[in-house]
């Protein structure tokens, strides 16, 4: 299971045109608002597809998904290098949004589910972890390699390379376990059962307080520091980093949520205060890297950021404990739809707010979440 895991983990983010696809686009001719534009049909349709996709993966084989998410962003990679073209990018994306929608939820409650069928289910949060560091190690090396093989074949070696990157994770999908039954409720009848299971995943998320509790911290934890590190080179320029040293400020950050990422199986047993004191920490931590007006700023900020990504991965894994029906899936896709309505948000709000206050001070505006929660978090709950 765990090798398994890792190498998908790996394949999934191990793709060249990641670093490079903006630059196709523009010259293939596109504006600034035309690409952007492509951008919000990528987000909207993971939006719209997010909790029905994990309805799908509780009442379908969870590992048919996985294999099949992979296949459809090769199609649309392969599309965009073949058929450079406005429409041709939107159906890429499209497709690309489609993949993310059946993949998230389908993973976390396949790997769940195995584990505690083994009696493991307390290595969860381990494996999530480390995870999702291979997965941060795979996009970090795709960056990297892009460079020399664009150089030596541009975009038809690049996309090809990301085609078969993706190939290779369907197939590695194949090899995971899976040990349930393929449809949940109704058996001679899929329908029934898919909206069966659809009305308690969201009764579920809603009426459950426990999963409520962890399906916030899951959203706010994750997407929050995800999409402020797309602006890091944009603070690191303000603060008046040489462009040359702009990269190694992204690795730094990187780096720091890789080891989130290991170490959040050692810090899935914390209780909840402590829990909150770490995350309150790490957003006055985030805070006062970004007013510092210091390069050496960016070390406070890389330490938030990885406990910003320890503490998402914890929260999947609580959120995977306080699930108790059978539709594992489908909460775990509403922090994924979570997460998606916060980074749309976050995108929307940095744009307008970093215009009035600068960098620094917006990255600071953004800790203030951080604090809101992990205040909620330090106050008495009662026990699942």
């Given amino acids: 299971m765990a090798g398994t895991l890792y190498l998908y983990?790996?394949?999934?983010?191990?793709?060249?045109?990641?670093?490079?696809?903006?630059?196709?686009?523009?010259?293939?001719?596109?504006?600034?608002?035309?690409?952007?534009?492509?951008?919000?049909?990528?987000?909207?349709?993971?939006?719209?597809?997010?909790?029905?996709?994990?309805?799908?993966?509780?009442?379908?084989?969870?590992?048919?998904l996985l294999c099949v998410g992979p296949l459809l962003a090769a199609a649309g990679f392969a599309l965009w290098v073949i058929f450079p073209s406005y429409w041709v990018f939107a159906a890429g994306f499209v497709l690309w949004g489609v993949r993310g929608a059946l993949t998230s939820g389908s993973l976390e409650a396949l790997v769940y589910e195995e584990l505690e069928r083994a009696g493991e289910a307390e290595r969860y949060a381990g494996l999530m972890g480390r995870a999702s560091s291979v997965g941060l190690a795979a996009t970090a090396s795709a960056i990297g390699l892009a460079i020399p093989v664009f150089a030596v074949g541009g975009y038809p070696v690049v996309g090809a390379a990301s085609v078969v990157a993706c190939l290779l994770c369907s197939l590695a999908a194949l090899a995971f376990p899976e040990h349930r039954a393929a449809t949940a409720a109704g058996d001679e009848d899929d329908e029934p059962g898919y909206w069966a299971v659809l009305k308690s995943g969201l009764s579920e998320a809603r009426g459950n307080r426990h999963v409520s509790r962890w399906l916030v911290l899951s959203a706010v934890a994750g997407a929050i520091w995800g999409a402020l590190e797309e602006y890091v080179p944009y603070l690191g320029k303000e603060l008046g980093t040489p462009v040359a040293w702009v990269p190694a400020l992204v690795l730094l950050v990187w780096a720091a949520a890789t080891a989130g990422g290991l170490l959040a199986g050692r810090a899935e047993r914390v209780a909840e205060r402590p829990f909150a004191v770490m995350l309150l920490a790490a957003a006055l931590a985030l805070a006062g890297g970004a007013l510092s007006g210091e390069l050496a700023g960016f070390a406070l900020i890389a330490l938030a950021f990885g406990a910003f990504q320890l503490a998402d991965v914890v929260a999947d894994a609580r959120l995977q404990e306080s699930i108790d029906g059978p539709s594992r899936a489908t909460v775990t896709s509403v922090a994924g739809l979570g997460k998606e309505a916060v980074t749309l948000l976050v995108y929307a709000s940095y744009g307008a707010a970093s215009t009035m206050a600068g960098h620094g001070l917006t990255f600071a505006l953004f800790a203030v979440p951080y604090v809101v929660v992990a205040l909620v978090w330090g106050r008495k709950s009662p026990r699942p």
């Fill in 9 to 64: 983990s790996f394949l999934d983010e191990f793709v060249l045109l990641y670093p490079v696809y903006a630059l196709l686009f523009s010259e293939t001719g596109l504006s600034v608002a035309e690409t952007t534009s492509l951008f919000v049909i990528w987000s909207v349709t993971g939006l719209l597809l997010e909790v029905p996709s994990g309805a799908l993966a509780d009442v379908l084989s969870r590992r048919l």
